[in-house]
């Protein structure tokens, strides 16, 4: 199989063909996860609270997420690795360029970025350096104090209507990919069909180009003992985690997941 490219995710984008992403933080699953057939590896900060034991992903730094990059790129098998800039990593254009590096000289092929239209400046800049941009929209968790808690984002119709606008506003600035996070399933399909970059989703729908979860929900495990509403265990009838990935590829590609009872209504 080719290595996959940003060229490989929009083709799929066009042929309609879901892409299945899936956290990862280290060699031995990205190995597994690549193998799989996961064509996103996404090394994200959610790594402050599922490997690192935080209750949140604040105090993630650059250096850990470069750590756990070049990790992952060690065991990657042809998987585009998409890495997050951590809390205040990018809280200017200078620190974005410079963290970019960071990720991208550990291994990273695209960086994904939490905000809204303001956006726009950064993801300019990334892509006329050669740095493909994610833009991260709905529930952002690096904000949460300002969410006042992880909930579901753009039900309300004004909130919608500037989420499309920043989503339309962002590939217009060159975003290569933008990842809806609870967000109502009707307004994720809106804004996968509005703009021609692919639309990855968590808790957003089946209409998204391709779906995400965190690798540690999906193998049924959780030091808090909750699981969010859109997060399936795939281990469950599976006798190893590779059986489990691969379930949740073919679940991904065939539209059995996510089922209704994972989404969000408006
Ligand atoms: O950090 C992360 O794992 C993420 C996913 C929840 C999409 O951003």
């Avoid at 360029?97 to 939490?114: I, P, R, S, T, Y």
């Avoid at 800049?125 to 994610?134: F, H, S, T, V, Y």
């Avoid at 499309?164 to 996968?192: F, H, K, T, Y």
């Amino acid at each position: 199989m080719p290595d996959v490219t940003l060229t490989t995710l929009q083709s799929l984008k066009q042929s309609g063909e879901k892409i299945a992403m899936l956290t990862c933080y280290d060699a031995t699953f990205a190995q597994a996860a690549s193998q799989a057939g996961v064509e996103v590896l996404l090394v994200g900060d959610s790594l402050g609270m599922v490997l690192q034991g935080h209750d949140s992903t604040l105090p993630v730094s650059v250096t850990d997420m470069a750590y756990h990059v070049a990790c992952v790129k060690r065991g990657n098998r042809g998987a585009l690795i998409l890495a997050d800039l951590p809390f205040m990593a990018y809280a200017t254009t200078e620190q974005a360029l410079h963290n970019c590096a960071a990720l991208m000289q550990a291994g990273a092929h695209m960086v994904k970025l939490e905000g809204a239209g303001w956006l726009a400046e950064p993801i300019r800049l990334l892509a006329e350096r050669g740095i493909p941009a994610c833009a991260h929209l709905g529930l952002t968790p690096q904000a949460v104090n300002i969410l006042g808690g992880y909930k579901v984002q753009g039900r309300q119709e004004a909130q919608a209507r500037q989420m499309r606008a920043d989503a339309m506003a962002l590939e217009q600035a060159g975003a290569a990919m933008l990842l809806l996070e609870c967000v109502p399933n009707a307004l994720a399909e809106e804004i996968s069909q509005a703009v021609k970059i692919p639309v990855i989703g968590i808790g957003a729908g089946a209409a998204t180009d391709g779906q995400v979860l965190v690798l540690h929900d999906m193998l049924g495990l959780s030091l808090t003992g909750r699981t969010p509403k859109f997060v399936k265990n795939f281990m469950a009838g599976q006798d190893s985690i590779n059986a489990a990935i691969s379930a949740y590829v073919s679940a991904v590609k065939s539209l059995s997941f996510p089922a209704a009872e994972h989404g969000f209504s408006a």
